[in-house]
């Protein structure tokens, strides 16, 4: 079985488990912008980068395709986008939560458990990374 094979079943078996598939990717990351666009913590992040916002959803559902459905149809570094950001520890407990908030809404339970699952280790990794950025920065002036 070549690569592409193994990517498809391990898709499909993710898929028939949870019931995750790209319409629901796209309906949950829709809906979860959609609140971070009205956050008032998160949207200031977001709209000083973000001037126009389908490119960026478009790249969300790919991202997020890649993660819960292990498609590999995202190719980004986003470690590296998000090092750059003035966040801290209150913006992912922010983003977390309203990602958390939208999965329990738009998601059936088998479905919002491993998005939340994933998203909360995401968020762990680049907190971790970040506060280390900012540690050393601080140690280093």
Not at 48 to 76: N, Q
Not at 110 to 134: K, M, N, P, Q, Y
């Amino acid at each position: 079985m070549d690569t592409a094979a193994r990517r498809a079943k391990i898709t499909a078996e993710i898929a028939v488990r949870t019931g995750i598939d790209e319409a629901m990717i796209e309906h949950l990351v829709y809906a979860f912008y959609a609140k971070v666009r009205a956050d008032e913590l998160l949207e200031p992040v977001f709209s000083e980068r973000i001037k126009d916002w389908e490119p960026h959803l478009r790249r969300m559902c790919a991202f997020w395709s890649s993660v819960a459905l292990m498609t590999g149809v995202y190719h980004g570094t986003p470690m590296a986008k998000h090092m750059v950001l003035p966040i801290d520890r209150q913006h992912f407990d922010r983003w977390l939560n309203l990602f958390e908030q939208t999965a329990l809404e738009v998601c059936p339970p088998a479905a919002e458990e491993h998005f939340v699952g994933l998203a909360r280790r995401i968020a762990g990794s680049l907190e971790l990374a970040i506060t280390d950025r900012l540690g050393h920065s601080a140690t280093a002036n």
